[in-house]
Nanobody, 124 residues
């Protein structure tokens, strides 16, 4: 069992930055690939970024070059550094954990564990 709690969301102007964190508890944190999804109002949940136990990363095209995902297995945490934010980045961001790194390419229905989300609003 893995429990995930996100933090760091808030209001930021276009072009600004935010750093989201996800604290994990439970067994086998380092055995799970970690990632982030987001869900904008009225839209389906979509993939943002993922990182394997060994540090391999994968990003959605919409955030590539702007967002960076990282993990610290010793602290049982994963982060999402978001730079050059755009209004279309506005969404609830969800931390995710899954034993299979490749499940992040398949879609949110395949993810084993979810946080409750943190709201990011990009607006002037």
């Amino acid at each position: 069992q893995v429990q995930l709690i996100e933090s760091g969301g808030g209001l930021v102007e276009p072009g600004g930055s935010l750093r989201l964190s996800c604290a994990a508890s439970g067994r086998s944190f380092s055995s799970n690939a970690m990632g982030w999804f987001r869900q904008a109002p009225g839209k389906e949940r979509e993939f943002v970024a993922a990182i394997s136990w060994s540090g391999s990363t994968y990003y959605a095209d919409s955030v590539k070059g702007r967002f960076t995902v990282d993990r610290d297995n010793a602290k049982n945490s994963v982060t999402l550094q978001m730079n050059s934010l755009k209004p279309e980045d506005t969404a609830v961001y969800y931390c995710a954990a899954d034993p299979n790194y490749y499940d992040y390419r398949r879609g949110p229905a395949y993810i084993a564990y979810w946080g409750k989300g943190t709201l990011v609003t990009v607006s002037s």
